[in-house]
């Protein structure tokens, strides 16, 4: 069975949202600076994901704990993601942090982290310099900087 994809409107633009047959997610991405119409067709009416993404948005930061997520990744990734899912709503970790977590060094886990197929749901922006600097985000440092803000881990 192919994987289920289709669309979501969301603060940072049109997010891609891609299920597994099981209706774990593989990919979640968005479109910000692309023009155009996304390439999928809009979220079905009251999908599960769609509906935790509009919860979140809205507010509701645990909305999004409970989504299965199944990124394929090698197996560090896959722990390196994993522990990504246990910083809470509104609290940052720095690569250091996440790294001892893991059993690792900084820079690899932030090459894991940069290689997240699925942001915000396994909450990649959460990770922060050791000074408190936004460094890396593959989503953009101006997504970053939005969802802490939302999130209200970032107040500046």
Known sequence: ????????????????????????????????QETGPPETEPAPPGHPVAAALAAYFAGDLEALTAL????????FQRRVWAALREIPPGRTWSYQQLAERVGSVARAVGSANGANPVGIVVPCHRVIGADGGLVGYAGGLDAKRWLLRHEGALLL
């Not at 069975?1 to 299920?19: I, Y």
């Not at 299965?68 to 197996?75: F, H, L």
């Open 1 to 32: 069975m192919s994987p289920t994809r289709f669309h979501v409107a969301g603060p940072l633009g049109p997010m891609a949202v891609e299920l597994d047959a099981l209706g774990a997610l593989l990919r979640l991405s968005w479109r910000a």
């Open 68 to 75: 299965p997520a199944a990124p394929e990744g090698t197996p």
